[in-house]
């Protein structure tokens, strides 16, 4: 009898855990919730796809009407893991150091600076508020390695 060949396992880092910081890509909102692709948890890059689920009631201490309002699309966050269910992560920005870190204009797809806690696009002039991190602005991948 001939055993089929061990399979070698690659060392996958664990998926994140519950109060442990994450760095995330907004993939799909909707008014009361977003999702988000997972691409760093304490300052390490996670191998493999897990996305996280941040609802309106998280966003913030003060109420939450519109998710719009708050994040876009490709919005880079900074977010705590605050529990599992059915293998769904369940996020939380509500703290003032987490939040958006790096955001871009939608129309011209500049970065956006942050000036008296909003955010201006000098290309076309925009302004926008969001739900930002204190550390919106500093050198991210020194931010995602901090973490």
């Not at 941040?54 to 880079?76: G, Q, T």
């Not at 059915?86 to 797809?109: E, M, Q, W």
Request: glycine letters at 4%.
């Amino acid at each position: 009898m001939r055993l089929a060949p061990a399979i070698r396992k690659r060392s996958a880092r664990p998926p994140p855990r519950r109060r442990q910081m994450a760095a995330k890509t907004i993939t799909t909102i909707q008014n009361t919730n977003l999702e988000m692709r997972i691409y760093f948890v304490d300052g390490r890059e996670v191998s493999g796809f897990f996305s996280g689920l941040l609802h309106a009631s998280n966003v913030s201490r003060a109420y939450v009407k519109n998710m719009f309002n708050f994040f876009e699309k490709d919005d880079i966050v900074k977010a705590i893991v605050i529990g599992t269910t059915n293998n769904v992560f369940h996020l939380s920005t509500a703290k003032n150091d987490l939040g958006v870190i790096l955001s871009t204009c939608p129309y011209c797809r500049d970065p956006f600076k942050k000036i008296n806690g909003r955010l201006f696009c000098q290309s076309c002039n925009r302004r926008i508020k969001k739900k930002l991190s204190l550390d919106y602005g500093k050198d991210i991948s020194n931010l995602i390695k901090s973490m």
